[in-house]
């Protein structure tokens, strides 16, 4: 596996955490990374944490800014002058285009934006990647071979889409937990006990998805495998169908959190 010869983590909360966690279950030595979190709060065995930065960076560091997006200028200021020609930039905030990073760390040829998702942490994340044309294929290469152990790496040639990914993919983990919380309550509201919901609803996903991934026909086929004529599943079926009432649902959902995206490129 490439590691990089240094990876230094500028925030590790919950998705910096959970992409940190998979790499050293995958063999990164601890020993090359660097993290820097206010907290200075232990990560893992081996991982140094730092609350400050340092004086300078080990030579062909990986930077990972995994901060929140609105402390980029402050991250920036202090990081920037730290960096020198072979530093690589990953960048995982949301809404951060790769204009206003180049701006932000002039001089930097390999700017990468990575928009994973939680699961990475159990190698079974998604991870939309992006790269322009300064930054150089061996880069590239680099850091796709970085995010595969994360689960499915997938490039977005064109920038304008990162943030509706990013509603995808990104944020895709939460509406789906909120999916699997709501599957679980119509079935208490029906007169299931709560915690028997609970455990069948996530059981039912979790089959549910691992089917779909392994299955030679689509998600929509499927669901009619389960619907037999005349049957029980058709009825529910017609409910979620009507009007596209699930598609539509989905469609606001996904075009809400896009749209919050391109605010926070606008510094809103
Ligand atoms: N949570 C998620 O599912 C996803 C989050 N992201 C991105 O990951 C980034 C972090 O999000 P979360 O992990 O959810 O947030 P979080 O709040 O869990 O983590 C933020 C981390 O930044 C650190 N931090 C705070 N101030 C700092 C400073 N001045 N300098 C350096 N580090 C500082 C905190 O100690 C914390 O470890 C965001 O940019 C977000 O857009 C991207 C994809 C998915
Ligand atoms: O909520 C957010 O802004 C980030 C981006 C994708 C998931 N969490």
Redesign the pocket.
């Known amino acids: 596996m490439p590691w990089p010869d240094h990876l230094f983590l ?8 959970q992409m940190l966690a998979r790499w050293l279950a995958c063999g990164l030595d601890p020993a090359r990374v660097t993290v ?4 200075g709060r232990a990560v893992a065995d081996g991982v140094a944490v730092v609350t400050g930065y340092p004086d300078a960076l080990p030579a062909g560091t990986t930077v990972l800014l ?4 609105y ?1 980029v200028a ?2 920036a200021t202090a990081l920037a002058p730290l960096c020198d020609a072979d530093t690589r930039i990953i960048s ?3 809404g951060t285009t790769l204009a206003e990073l180049r701006a932000r760390f002039v001089g930097i040829r390999d700017i990468v934006r990575a ?4 699961p990475v942490g159990i190698g079974e994340g998604v991870i939309a990647l992006h790269a322009d044309a300064p930054t150089a294929g061996e880069a590239r290469s680099a850091v796709e071979a970085l995010m595969t152990p994360l689960g499915l790496a997938e490039w977005i040639p064109d920038e304008a889409l990162f943030n509706q990914v ?1 509603a995808l993919s ?1 944020c895709g ?1 939460a509406f789906l937990f909120r999916f699997i919380d709501a599957l679980a309550r119509a079935g208490e509201a029906i007169g299931i006990p709560a915690d028997q919901a609970a455990r069948m609803a996530l059981a039912t996903v979790q089959g549910s998805a691992a089917m779909a991934a392994r299955a030679d026909a689509d998600p929509a086929t499927l669901a009619d495998h389960v619907a037999s004529p005349g049957g029980m599943t058709r009825q529910g079926l017609n409910v979620l169908d009507a009007d596209d009432r699930l598609l539509e649902l989905l469609i606001d959902t996904l075009t809400a959190a896009r749209d919050r995206g391109e605010a926070m490129a606008r510094g809103e």
């Open positions: 500028v925030g590790c909360g919950n998705m910096a955490g820097l979190r206010p907290s995994g901060m929140k997006p402390q402050e991250v995982i905030l949301a928009m994973p998702n939680l990013t990104g983990p």
